[in-house]
Antibody
Framework: QVQLVESGGGVVQPGGSLRLSCAASGFTFSSYGMHWVRQAPGKGLEWVAFIRYDGSNKYYADSVKGRFTISRDNSKNTLYLQMNSLRAEDTAVYYC???????????????WGQGTLVTVSS | NFMLTQPHSVSESPGKTVTISCTRSSGSIASNYVQWYQQRPGSSPTTVIYEDNQRPSGVPDRFSGSIDSSSNSASLTISGLKTEDEADYYCQSYDSSNLSWVFGGGTKLTVL
């Protein structure tokens, strides 16, 4: 079955960096676009970034543009989120999610991973 | 950029029917499909409705979705409410003009 497992979360100081990973299994990873979505404590869902199935296009929310970089390694079935210049407001659970249709950007997300918590605090 | 606006919370009794709205701030609600995600406490979101009104396999037919162009909104209706339906529900759509994905603020459903 499709499985997405995030890792790499933790506590980091403001201005610091962190790299999240999302290990994918149970499907042909290289055929699907992937997203990062976050959820601040007690708050709603916020889309963060998207990468096309082949890595050729990447899109970001304005709130993270220029600070976060999404990437993927299709040979390792792994999605990444490099987060730099972290701020307190980046504190959230970060989920990776798979696009439901091959080679498409605009389809819905399913499934989602279990999430990894990033806490930005001094 | 458009926003999707949902009521902060709704409550209803078991066995009843509840409808959660999701209003698009600009552009037509029909321009891009609307999805609905359910998030139970401590869990990741799961899809209950996709492409405006389609149910994934395994989602009971008590869940239904629709869009209304006159109010520029989408709706999630849950009939025969069960206590297990108590969760946060989020609508979501794609902003093809800005190449971004938009979530509503979420609605907390209480079944009591």
């Amino acid at each position: 079955q499709v499985q997405l497992v995030e890792s790499g979360g933790g506590v980091v100081q403001p201005g610091g960096s962190l790299r999240l990973s999302c290990a994918a299994s149970g499907f042909t990873f290289s055929s699907y676009g992937m997203h990062w979505v976050r959820q601040a404590p007690g708050k709603g869902l916020e889309w963060v970034a998207f990468i096309r199935y082949d890595g050729s296009n990447k899109y970001y929310a304005d709130s993270v543009k220029g600070r976060f970089t999404i990437s993927r390694d299709n040979s390792k079935n792994t999605l990444y989120l490099q987060m730099n210049s972290l701020r307190a407001e980046d504190t959230a659970v970060y989920y990776c999610a798979k696009v439901t249709k091959t080679y498409r950007d605009d389809y819905w997300f399913d499934p989602w991973g279990q999430g990894t918590l990033v806490t930005v605090s001094s | 950029n458009f926003m999707l606006t949902q009521p902060h919370s709704v409550s209803e009794s078991p066995g009843k029917t509840v409808t959660i709205s999701c209003t698009r701030s600009s552009g037509s609600i029909a321009s891009n499909y609307v999805q609905w995600y359910q998030q139970r406490p401590g869990s990741s979101p799961t899809t209950v409705i996709y492409e405006d009104n389609q149910r994934p396999s395994g989602v009971p037919d008590r869940f239904s979705g629709s869009i209304d162009s006159s109010s520029n909104s989408a709706s999630l209706t849950i009939s025969g409410l069960k206590t297990e339906d108590e969760a946060d529900y989020y609508c979501q759509s794609y902003d093809s003009s800005n190449l971004s994905w938009v979530f509503g603020g979420g609605t907390k459903l209480t079944v009591l």
